[in-house]
Antibody, heavy 117, light 110 residues
């Protein structure tokens, strides 16, 4: 069974950088499947942030591309997310997801990140 | 960019009834690229259907997906109490690679 766990600071100051990591058990981040980050502002819908896959370049949501970086640390078996120059609009629950066949079969529990001074 | 519009916004039904949720795309889509998710309060979404009609692992057969072109549908044949939640459709687009979601349908107990 695949288990995903997000971690990182729950509070980030405006104009700062949001940094999260995702650890997986039961799956190999970086060498197995596609891995994405998805976010959900409180009380709102879902938004895809970006993805990485083995041997390829990351793909990003065009609306976030200038501020986002997703990477894999294969030695640590971790997926990472950075969002720069954050504003209150970046306040959301951030999910790490594992993809297959153009959909997401496994989700982390999510971690709430609040942007506030 | 293809836009997905879900309807209705809220659907009020009773346990045992049939639920039909619609997801309309602004242009014709490849059924392979369409998925449905269920989300309960405080939980991560759960994949129900992928490839427009394929049930994910462990999903009961009362859930079914259908449709093609611009009109996709999620049907719950006989509602159970645990089915009341928010449902999202999701589409993968390849040029450029992009995933989009509908705005969601809230299925509530009548």
């Amino acid at each position: 069974q695949v288990h995903l766990q997000e971690s990182g600071p729950g509070l980030v100051k405006p104009s700062g950088t949001l940094s999260l990591t995702c650890a997986a058990s039961g799956a190999s981040i970086g060498s197995d499947s596609w891995w994405s980050w998805v976010r959900q502002p409180p009380g709102k819908g879902l938004e895809w942030i970006g993805e990485v896959h083995p041997g390829g370049s990351p793909n990003y949501n065009p609306s976030l591309k200038s501020r986002v970086a997703i990477s894999v640390d294969e030695s640590k078996k971790e997926l990472s997310l950075e969002v720069k120059s954050v504003t209150v609009a970046d306040t959301a629950v951030y999910y790490c997801v594992r993809g297959a066949e153009y959909s997401w079969h496994y989700w982390g529990q999510g971690t709430l990140v609040t942007v506030s001074s | 960019e293809i836009v997905l519009t879900q309807s209705p916004g809220t659907l009020s039904l009773s346990p045992g009834e049939r639920a039909t949720l619609s997801c309309k795309a602004s242009q014709s889509v490849n059924s392979r690229d369409l998925a449905w998710y269920q989300q309960k309060p405080g939980q991560a979404p759960r994949l129900l259907i992928y490839g427009a009609s394929r049930r994910a692992t462990g999903i009961p057969d009362r859930f079914s997906g259908s449709g093609s072109g611009t009109d996709l549908t999620l049907t719950i044949s006989r509602l159970e109490p645990e089915d009341f939640a928010v449902y999202y459709c999701q589409l993968y687009g390849s040029s450029p690679p992009m995933y989009t979601f509908g705005q969601g349908t809230k299925l509530e107990i009548k």
